[in-house]
């Protein structure tokens, strides 16, 4: 028993220590705009790309761990997420390659999301456990809630603020490598019969389900946050210490998120509905933000809101794969939520775009509106 909670406790360090560093930019656009001359529009794709590779990424990574095993996905992926942090050393004076870079660390976080993820609930399952999907939401949401915030700070007062916030994620996520190396790879299958034809990645009205259910709320896992991180800061601006504010935000909204998430064990199946309520109070307070100057602060307990509702949104989709999943086919169907749920990244952008042509207050309030429709449906399903 100790061996197998050892084996939990290292995968839920890995998740966390590839989850820090994805947000490590994110306060330090602010930096990279001023340096680069970058456009507001530029900087939310810098932040958008990060979900395009991670979703051409997981396009194979869920499949690929389901034929060659947790381990030998996820581990190779970490590695690649190292490399991801020590690039950023090279993208302080070239536009280009600070793309080139985030859609690398999109690509190698989603794997190492996705496949650890189906690895520390099925480790933790093989222990009569149901903790692995709430550890995992909880390593996560804190992982990008603890990037920004020392990011930000260090941005804003710190030495080589485009140098040594990397250099930290890269030392912490090395000592999780070595830490979590030896775990035990968790993928069993029942040998089947020569001529068999694999099933489908589902279970029956799994597939259903998952679309109808499952995956409209996945989309609230990043959308939440990634709008009052990346969207907010930009498009409504803070007066003073943008750069240390910025990250405080990404500190609290995440840092939310990572606190909220283990609430999924006593709110049950009310978790999601719970969850989209969230973005129902966060959009809406922040629409308020951006139509009342004098209002602004209002943006701040909001983006704290949105970002609980992420963390519970991820710990409710999270909970509900392994009963939609067919035997030995959870990395896939885990990969095609962590897909969905990345197309959440795409709101900043979407943001910006829409702010050219109509007020930021008023898109706000139309994602509040969404998310009431959301959290009826949420309340009406059965799973």
Do not use: K
């Amino acid at each position: 028993m100790t061996e197998t909670w050892s084996a939990d406790r290292r995968l839920t360090l890995l998740l966390l220590a590839v989850a820090t560093g994805t947000n490590v930019p994110t306060p330090l656009l602010l930096i990279y705009r001023d340096r680069l001359a970058m456009t507001d529009a530029s900087l939310t794709a810098v932040f958008g790309v990060y979900a395009l590779g991670l979703m051409l990424a997981l396009a194979m990574a869920g499949q690929a761990a389901d034929r060659w095993g947790r381990r030998r996905v996820a581990l190779p992926a970490a590695v690649g997420a190292v490399v991801a942090s020590l690039l950023f050393l090279l993208a302080a004076d070239s536009e280009a390659l600070l793309y080139v870079v985030r859609f690398l660390q999109g690509a190698t976080s989603g794997t190492v999301f996705s496949v650890g993820s189906a690895w520390l609930v099925e480790t933790a399952t093989r222990g009569g456990r149901t903790s692995g999907p709430r550890s995992a939401a909880v390593a996560m949401t804190a992982g990008f809630a603890i990037g920004p915030s020392y990011a930000g700070l260090i941005g804003e007062w710190g030495p080589w603020p485009l140098v040594l916030p990397y250099l930290l994620h890269v030392a912490v996520l090395l000592l999780a490598l070595v830490a979590s190396w030896s775990v035990a790879e968790s993928l069993v299958r029942s040998p089947a019969p020569p001529g068999t034809v694999r099933s489908g990645a589902f279970r029956p009205g799994g597939r259903r389900t998952g679309l109808l259910v499952v995956a409209p709320l996945a989309i609230c896992v990043y959308a939440f946050p990634a709008t009052a991180v990346a969207g907010v800061p930009v498009l409504i601006g803070f007066p003073v210490a943008p750069v240390a504010l910025t990250g405080l935000l990404a500190g609290l909204a995440l840092g939310a998120g990572a606190l909220a998430a283990p609430l999924q064990g006593r709110l049950g199946p009310r978790t999601a509905p719970v969850a989209a309520g969230c973005g129902v109070v966060g959009f809406g307070v922040t629409a308020l933000a951006a139509a009342v100057p004098p209002l602004l602060p209002l943006a701040i307990p909001a983006s704290v809101v949105l970002g609980a509702g992420g963390g519970l949104a991820l710990a409710s989709g999270l909970s509900r794969l392994p009963a939609l999943a067919a035997e030995g086919r959870l990395g896939t169907v885990s990969a095609g939520f962590y897909a969905t749920a990345y197309v959440g990244f795409g709101f900043p952008l979407m943001l910006a775009a829409l702010s050219a042509q109509v007020s930021v207050a008023l898109v706000l309030a139309a994602l509040a509106g969404w998310c009431v429709v959301l959290a009826v449906q949420q309340g009406r399903a059965r799973l």
